[in-house]
């Protein structure tokens, strides 16, 4: 089924943080800056301050009389429960909380601040407006019933969580149950084995699992932030097998988890450890080329690999390469980029370079700051108020299962967001050679998440804008995560195509048809026209040069 998108309807993901904050982190100093900013402006227009204070004590003064002032949003899970809208005391509490939060933004937008500085100041107050929600009490309803019909046990088990947390999980609230789930047993169970090892990574070459194969194979290569066994969590959303079971010869590389002895790897490293992983799969298979998929940080991976490989004239051993919400073009606009300077660039380089590593669990806190109602205090309430345990979700236990970024490639990363050097030939000098992206010309494959607030889905089309060679763009309707793990038994699946890619996002999509269905099954037929032939499938892996060390997973994949 295909259909316009809506006109109206063009998505906007970036809301505040983004992968470059992430990666460059974000210091409570310059939080703090903000509202000291913000108070002082205050302070110094006191009659503008005066008359919007009196505009709020009239709201809630209409409030205390019963009136119902601002509508509760549907789709805001928080205030589900009908007690927010019903009972007395509940609704003129939320009413009090949506007549402040409209007037803080009306204050902001109506001052004389700069445009920068009231975008600093609505993310300030987005972050302390969701902290202090009433939904995060113990008054909420939800917790009033279950202290209730637990006799109390509710509160206690909370208090229980709370404390293992903040001695445990950085004080955040726990996001899963890990011992719900165990690498190799409930998650990465894909029959395989590993064919090669470096320092850097293992590769893993995956049991066939059809009738017949084509003879190029496919190279997936995972961001290096997080592990890979996102393509292989479990049977009925794993990419792996959707692959192999479609004639596919799947190898997918593990990266290790570095520690401050590796602080020196850089971008330049993981390219040459990539390079060698696609030669062994060449050398396995008898290929003359491979087709390559990268995912985030991997895409970057891949794409500087074939700008390498077409300075030295071997962009011939590359068949295709496919990109999932992957940055290449690193120029995003939102409000968190805005507390992004020189200092705070070099400040993290500094600490990452002291502590050799940049640490998982520092990303995963900035990671979940970017949606704090769905990654925070969603779990607030479950764990703390409700007192229940975190749910057993395979998605969120592989985003939970951390892994560390050496200083070299982190370095690469903020310098990467700092001068955006893909965006101009030469920008970006990878193994010693100069990267001019116009020059690959290799067929293209690239996803975006409609609702994706890492890297947001203009960014990711700006990005295959760079890239020469036939290129195919696709909005997927879901968020970073769930763009990847779209198979096609998913009935929410659709998807926004537009083979006439313009200079402006904009105008792609209002051009653009919607597609019901995954994008996984329009990959495929792409994919497999650049597969070469099919040949009666071949059950051994590896070779006489590259025979099996050990069955998939692997062992870089448990290092903690």
């Not at 509202?35 to 709201?59: C, D, E, I, M």
């Not at 947001?456 to 968020?479: H, N, Q």
Request: one cysteine or more.
């Amino acid at each position: 089924m295909r259909d316009k998108p809506a006109k109206g309807s063009l998505p906007t993901p970036a809301a505040f943080i983004n992968a470059q904050s992430a990666v460059t982190g974000l210091r409570g100093r310059d939080l703090l800056s903000t509202l000291r900013s913000l108070a002082t402006h205050g302070l110094r227009n006191p009659v503008y301050t005066a008359r919007h204070a009196l505009k709020l004590g009239g709201q809630l003064g209409r409030v205390l009389l019963g009136e119902t002032l601002h509508p509760i949003n549907p789709q805001d899970n928080r205030f589900a429960d009908p007690a927010w809208s019903l009972n007395p005391f509940y609704r003129r509490s939320l009413q009090a909380y949506l007549s402040w939060q409209k007037e803080v933004k009306n204050w902001i937008d109506e001052s004389n601040l700069s445009p920068d500085d009231r975008a600093r100041a609505h993310f300030a107050f987005a972050l302390i407006n969701d902290a202090v929600a009433p939904s995060n009490t113990l008054l909420n309803p939800l917790a009033v019933k279950e202290i209730f019909n637990s006799g109390g046990h509710s509160l206690v088990r909370g208090i229980g969580h709370l404390l293992d947390d903040l001695l445990h999980n950085d004080g955040l609230p726990r996001q899963v149950t890990k011992q719900a789930f165990e690498v190799g047993k409930t998650v990465a169970t894909t029959t395989g084995s590993v064919v090669f090892r470096n320092e850097l990574l293992e590769l893993i070459q995956y049991k066939p699992m059809s009738e017949k194969q084509y003879s190029k194979p496919l190279l997936i290569v995972p961001p290096q932030i997080n592990k890979f066994y996102i393509f292989d969590l479990s049977p009925s959303n794993s990419f792996v097998q959707f692959a192999l079971k479609n004639g596919l010869q799947t190898f997918v590389i593990s990266w290790r988890n570095p520690d401050v002895r590796h602080r020196e790897w850089g971008l330049s490293s993981y390219v040459e450890a990539t390079e060698e992983a696609m030669n062994v799969c060449r050398a396995i298979t008898g290929s003359r080329d491979v087709n390559l998929m990268g995912a985030c940080a991997g895409g970057l991976t891949i794409a500087a690999l074939q700008g390498h490989l077409q300075a030295k004239r071997q962009l011939r051993r590359v068949s295709s390469a496919t990109y999932l919400v992957s940055l290449l073009d690193s120029q995003i606009e939102s409000p968190a980029t805005l507390f992004v300077d020189e200092q705070t660039l070099e400040a993290a380089k500094r600490r990452s370079y002291q502590k050799g590593v940049l640490e998982g669990r520092d990303m995963a806190r900035v990671f979940a700051w970017m949606r704090p109602n769905d990654l925070i205090w969603n779990y607030f309430v479950n764990n703390y108020l409700l007192g229940k345990e975190p749910p057993a979700f395979d998605i969120l236990y592989w985003n939970n299962d951390n892994t560390r970024l050496p200083a070299a490639f982190h370095g690469d990363l903020l310098d990467f967001f700092k001068h955006n050097p893909l965006s101009h030939p030469g920008g970006l000098e990878v193994c010693g050679t100069p990267i001019d992206l116009q020059k690959v010309t290799v067929d293209s494959f690239s996803v975006a998440g409609m609702n994706d607030h890492i890297t947001p889905w203009d960014a990711v089309y700006r990005s295959t804008l760079l890239l020469g060679g036939e290129r195919r763009f696709v909005l997927s309707s879901s968020g970073h995560v769930q763009s990847i793990l779209n198979p096609p038994h998913n009935s929410k699946a659709n998807y926004v195509e537009n083979p006439k890619l313009s200079s402006d996002p904009r105008a792609w999509y209002y051009d653009a048809k919607r597609v019901d269905g995954s994008w996984w099954t329009q990959w495929l037929s792409w994919i497999q026209e650049r597969s070469g032939t099919q040949h009666e499938t071949l059950m051994t892996l590896g070779n006489q040069n590259y025979p099996p060390m050990e069955a998939a997973p692997g062992t870089y994949v448990r290092v903690r």
